[in-house]
């Protein structure tokens, strides 16, 4: 018969409870694990409303007149342009530049109803296809339909981001932005006395993983289409340096370099472009929201670069002017962009003088785009 052990008969029990002890923490861990997760909400539902108290000044209405250098209507040809021009008029908007003129009959009818109703209101640019440029005729006929333009009245050419992400050849290479094929087109527009409004690339972040540090990873959730995979784009710093050779190669152009040149990230960058390349402006399309997180280094940079930079909107909608206005006139703590997945931030007004102002609003832009109405402006 086995003896009786004390001990045996102590630690049993003891090992017994300390498992169960083990297993009610585990429980009890679980259960908070599944509260805490039923509590959790998708970043895009996440709207908290502020506590801060600051003062506010919201705008509806420029304090200057002002041209839109980056604006698209695409229905131009039929559009009811009194509308539109009843809520410029609203914004203090006193020209609107469509860069989606298009060409050949659009154009034509764009131009059209542009004349027969508010011509000194509305500045078309010309959209041309690089694809063709191993077609026979390349690149007389496009020389030839851009001088026509021209007489007809369109004031710019606009560049579209296919021309360097998607344009392909004949043989279906990428067009380089800086393909020499394209330097009579460049070289045209000097001569012609038009500015380039050029789109060239992405912001930098669409290049990089879609993790939980890129800052545009809810705009790649949104939209997965922006995102650029190494293994099927050039890279963003390749895409910027053909943009450049062409700015260099051409110094007798003038090339709005869109979107800030997706440099609102890097305005030193931006800065010293400029300061090699005289040649080069740019505008705030879309891009606003760059500004609005930086407000003392931009506005420094604006007025150090207050001859460069235009104002542009990009796709229209009335009421995203108003937080336009409020970053560039106002010095307002603390508000809303008007699109999340672009900024997840908050915006800071800049707060530039009145000298900047009329610059950025439309006297830079009557000094690069010709044949556009003074009279709209004041000195």
Not at 12 to 19: A, C, K
Not at 88 to 97: A, K
Not at 202 to 215: A, H, I, L, R
Not at 306 to 311: C, G, I, L, S, Y
Request: net charge neutral.
């Amino acid at each position: 018969m086995t003896g009786f052990s004390a001990k045996k008969w102590i630690l049993f029990p003891l090992g017994g409870l300390v498992f169960l002890i083990f297993a009610l923490l585990a429980i009890a861990w679980g259960i908070g694990k599944i509260q805490y997760k039923m509590n959790l909400m998708d970043v895009e539902e996440y709207e908290p409303v502020s506590t801060l108290k600051v003062p506010q000044h919201p705008l509806t209405h420029a304090k200057f007149p002002f041209i839109d250098v980056h604006n698209h209507q695409w229905i131009m040809p039929v559009q009811d342009l009194d509308k539109l021009v009843t809520e410029m008029d609203s914004l203090n908007m006193g020209v609107m530049v469509n860069l989606s003129g298009f060409r050949g009959k659009i154009l034509e009818w764009s131009l059209d109803n542009v004349k027969n109703s508010h011509h000194n209101r509305f500045v078309l640019f010309l959209n041309i296809n690089f694809e063709n440029l191993d077609d026979a005729g390349w690149p007389q006929e496009t020389l030839a339909m851009m001088e026509e333009a021209v007489k007809q009245g369109v004031k710019g050419l606009k560049v579209y981001k296919g021309l360097g992400l998607t344009d392909k050849d004949n043989n279906g290479n990428r067009i380089a932005i800086d393909d020499p094929r394209l330097d009579p087109i460049w070289a045209k527009c000097g001569e012609l006395g038009i500015p380039v409004l050029i789109h060239s690339g992405e912001p930098s972040p669409f290049w990089s993983p879609k993790d939980k540090y890129n800052e545009r990873w809810l705009e790649l959730k949104q939209e997965p289409g922006r995102y650029r995979a190494p293994d099927k784009f050039p890279s963003f710093e390749e895409i910027m340096a053909e943009q450049h050779h062409v700015f260099r190669k051409h110094p007798e152009t003038k090339f709005i370099n869109a979107h800030l040149g997706w440099f609102g990230n890097d305005l030193e960058r931006l800065g010293k472009l400029f300061d090699e390349m005289p040649n080069v402006y740019t505008e705030l399309g879309a891009v606003l929201a760059e500004l609005g997180r930086q407000p003392r280094f931009a506005r420094a940079w604006l007025i150090r670069y207050q001859d460069r930079v235009m104002f542009g909107k990009d796709t229209y909608k009335k009421e995203e002017y108003y937080i336009y206005f409020r970053v560039l006139e106002t010095e307002d703590e603390y508000f809303d962009y008007y699109r999340k997945r672009h900024a997840h931030w908050k915006m800071y007004g800049l707060g530039l003088p009145d000298s900047v102002l009329k610059k950025v609003y439309y006297k830079n832009a009557l000094k690069v785009i010709p044949g556009m109405d003074k009279t709209l402006f004041p000195e």
